[in-house]
């Protein structure tokens, strides 16, 4: 009888280890997903203000003179550099959802509503980051 007892425990602290080791796939999913949108910005249906409060952040934006600004063969290249940046840390959160979206489905089941969440979630990100050239892992 002690035996069995020993047996249920160790079922139960799998079932528990497999359980954490979702959660924290599903927060690698989330905090590569926040990184992909702090890369690219936000998808235009996230972009959009909600009724409850919002404030339009390009009204608050300081209005430059032409005097101040660069000629344009100068300004391109520090926007060149900051889109390869962008890019590269793009397709490191797009690296990253893979393998979250990958640990999710082998955890939960290919049938799972997190997994088919998670699935979607890379798709639409494949999406975005089709422009920086990123690779699938």
């Given at each position: 009888?002690?035996?069995?007892?020993?047996?249920?425990?160790?079922?139960?602290?799998?079932?528990?280890?497999?359980?954490?080791?979702?959660?924290?796939?599903?927060?690698?999913?989330?905090?590569?997903?926040?990184?992909?949108?702090?890369?690219?910005?936000?998808?235009?249906?996230?972009?959009?203000?909600?009724?409850?409060g919002a404030s339009a952040p390009a009204a608050a934006a300081p209005k430059r003179s032409r005097?101040?600004?660069?000629?344009?063969?100068?300004?391109?290249?520090?926007?060149?550099?900051?889109?390869?940046?962008?890019?590269?840390?793009?397709?490191?959160?797009?690296?990253?959802?893979?393998?979250?979206?990958?640990?999710?489905?082998?955890?939960?089941?290919?049938?799972?509503?997190?997994?088919?969440?998670?699935?979607?979630?890379?798709?639409?990100?494949?999406?975005?980051?089709?422009?920086?050239?990123?690779?699938?892992?």
């Amino acid at each position: 009888m002690e035996g069995e007892s020993e047996s249920k425990s160790e079922v139960s602290a799998d079932s528990g280890a497999d359980d954490d080791a979702l959660v924290r796939a599903q927060t690698d999913l989330q905090r590569a997903q926040d990184e992909l949108e702090l890369a690219l910005g936000p998808t235009p249906a996230q972009s959009a203000p909600s009724s409850a409060g919002a404030s339009a952040p390009a009204a608050a934006a300081p209005k430059r003179s032409r005097a101040s600004e660069a000629p344009r063969d100068e300004a391109a290249k520090p926007d060149k550099k900051a889109a390869e940046t962008s890019c590269q840390t793009a397709c490191r959160a797009f690296q990253s959802l893979g393998r979250a979206a990958s640990s999710i489905c082998r955890l939960a089941g290919s049938e799972d509503g997190r997994c088919s969440h998670a699935r979607s979630v890379v798709t639409q990100a494949e999406r975005r980051v089709s422009s920086c050239g990123c690779k699938s892992e």
